[in-house]
């Protein structure tokens, strides 16, 4: 077994064994980092100092006994995480010069529990795009075809983990940012319930929809890992004061007698052949194992992109203002004065694609404009809302394709914004239902990886996991490595 | 027919106070006011990227008891909303206020006009939000300082119903709600400090026109005072404007206290859009209604009510109640000192003994306190103290224009009445005796006087009380001195 390509529960058993310390295990990734780095352009910052000491740290409260089931398991953050004395830059040349001066709860959550983290991973600007191509620091390449995108925006993440260079890394999501990546890269990857992971700390796009989540390679190694970032934080008070499950333990639950619903409305149009056979062979895999498949409709899903597409810049206007060149971030060269200060400090601090989306929500916000844009928008968001929970009456989990095809070429929709916008048609919904989902790997469509998606009630991670647990007991998808990085 | 009397004025106030929580709205930053620039903002107060607001609920506590005190309602659910902006000293570029959903709603308080009577003044809304921090010009050069020490300090947007007719009304209201705040122990009252501001909305039209004129705000007034003249100068202002042929243009104005006049800030054009919208950083505030039970049960006794007590309880005049119960402090000395002066025989000597403290109350130490700039709770003289005095001139040892004297010894040091009246050989004359020897000797010493008076020349009895008094060093008791004088100079 070569370390790069073990599960986080083979990880964390071998270093419980002493098979090897944590320190050698982030020198390995590390240096698996440092060689493939240069071409994946996965990371905006290796923090290898801080990841060995952090790793000493661990082999230290091991040898004191005091090591939990993840102390010393390397990981990486999206770039959207504040780490305390290291440059969060959210993607983005506005923070290119930030070092935040605190932790999120989800870093300090996962250092609590002895994870080490090597580095800090790319993804689009603030959150915005489904390609990593709106990063200030350049796209990432899909390491399954480095002409191709690894999806957004937690590009680096999924490239990241998909190539081997961390065993797990930490995304998040707001209209598909963690399962879009996943399935355009072959990994797993989960967006928990709306206020299952404190947003305290995560820089924000858009509040009501965006949720932190775990990419690792199975859903195994997703249950290790959201364990330890969910539960309640009183400095979050959109956070869900609920206990968190033992995801691992329940990962065992039986699958016979699951009701899964095949999406019909996500079935049709719009889907690449290529993807939609894949999906439909899952589906039978489901059948096999036990599962009782329907069909459900939600009529009103296929208006989530232009309700999303409302909202989440409505919100992005506003989170975005306290970028402004005073107290934090890019300041433009010499200001005339202060109007001139924050127009080219915003100007030139933003990319074309924030530019485009704060523009939409102040438009969409403006007087004379509220009603007929944020507010229809609330509404059809509750119709959607009400279209899940009637499905939910019927069935466990919902069954549909995560993207409507495989990693695109870098450049291919760059000029398309609703193009590009149409890639998160399957993944919008469950966020402005603030419903769990999750990605993960169900075959190829010629080289490319493609993703089938769960989405499930709310707080109902643990039933997803273990559905897509026993499919992956069924396949080795998620076990595939692309060729260079075997 | 003066010009004024033509028109109409009409004033709504938005009240901005400052809660005085011990920490902010939305962080656990202080909220003490007057320390060093930015040493009192934490990174949720910075609005630096990623940090999240969390309600204060001692500010939501203060908010309903102001609801209820005003017999408002308390909204079951209201909403927070952003109020987005650029300035440099609002850090997230929004200020988190309520908008379509305040936590109070439709109450009312009442003021007393001059001439006595009464008026309901309509309280529209009170709403909970983030104040600002401040921007610092003086001793910068080429620019300008930001202090966030205040960012982030509750308060309350108390907006009244377009009720108030003029300046005064628009004073009486303002005083109303100032000395209720402190009542409810909610706000420091500071105005000074800035923890209790005041914007006026001021328009005029003609008597009878059924529809309000165009309005202007008038902002930064920081002083009763000054709300009165900022408001009188609009007036005249518009009224000028319209008889002049010329137009209202509705419009923020700034007043200038040095120069007594109000300046177009910005124009109605100019305003910014803020885009409001529900902050879904936030959760709806939900009141249920145990909670609004338990903070009725511990709404203090409030101005008026407190102000009735003392008229139908002690026999004070509205006035004299009013006066007492501007502030609860005050009131409470008031009490004290009443309490602390012997039992009284009966009900009209108890009526007395409360109008007697009254007097002093409102009267010698309210000067003392005004002059050496204190307030109440820090009287050198308390409440048992001055009981003490009062119980002198009650048993009549002592004069009313000697007590005063007495006061001010007292007020200088640590005696106690009794202490200084010993020491001082104050002790009113009251021995029939003693009083009539000094007369004897006033007579003898002023025969000339003494024949004018016997010939008729009744305006010299004043002349025979001010000499006796003088022999007695004042010390004689005034009413057994007029009787003595009157019968011995009558003659045998």
Redesign the interface.
Known sequence: MSLHTASIGELARGLAAGQYSAVELARHFLDRIGRFNPALNAFVTVTADEALAAAAAADASRAAGRAGVLTGVPIAHKDI??TQGVK?S?GSRM?DN?I???D?TVVSRMAAAGVVYLGKTNMDEFAMGSSNETSWYGPVRNPWDPSRVPGGSSGGSAAAVAGRLVPAATGTDTGGSIRQPAALVGISGIKPTYGRVS??????F???LDQAGIMAPSAEDCAYLLGAMAGFD?????SVDRPVPDYVAELATPLAGLRIGVLREFMGEGLEAGTGDRVREAIDVYRRLGATVVDVSCPKLPLSVPTYYVVAP??C??N?????G????YRCENPRD?LDL?QRSRAEGFGPEVQRRIMTG?YV???GY?DAY?LQAQKVRSLIADDFRRAFTEVDLILCPTAPGPAFPIGAKVDDPVTMYLNDIYTIGANLAGLPAMSIPCGFDGALPVGLQLIGPHFSESRMLSAAHAYQRETDWHVRVPAAYA | MTQEAKWEVVIGLEIHAQLATRSKIFSGSPTAYGAEPNTQAD?VD??????????NAEAVRMAVKFGLATGSKVAARSVFA?K?Y?Y?DL????QISQYERPIVEDGSLEIVLDDGARKTIGITRAHLEEDAGKSLHEGMVGASG?DLNRAGTPLLEIVSEPDLRSAKEAIAYLKKIHTLVRYLEICDGNMQEGSFRCDANVSVRRFGDPKFGTRCEIKNVNSFRFVEKAINYEVARQIDVIEGGGKIVQETRLYDSAKDETRSMRSKEEAN?Y???PD????PVLIEPAFVAAVRATLPELPDEKSARLQSACGLSEYDAGVLCSSRELADYYEATLAAMPAAADAAAQKANAKLAANWVMGDLSAALNKDNLDVTAAPIGASRLAGLLARIVDATISGKIAKEVFEVMWAGGQTADEVIDARGLRQITDTGAIEKAIAQVMAASPGQLAEYRAGKDKLFGYFVGQAMKATQGKANPAALNEILRKMLAGP
Do not use: H, W
Request: overall charge positive.
């Open positions: 995480f504040c969060t959210c923070l930030f935040a001066p605190y999120a947003r305290y700390g995560m820089i924000a858009a509040s009501s009183p400095r979050d008070s959109t409505a919100e206007s506003s975005l203002s306290r970028f402004d005073v107290r934090f971030g202060l924050y102040t916000l403006s007087a509220y944020y | 990174l910075l609005g630096y990227p990623g940090v999240l607001p969390v309600l952003r987005n650029f440099p850090p997230k570029g929004y930001i859009d885009r409001y919208f879904p950083d936030l959760l």
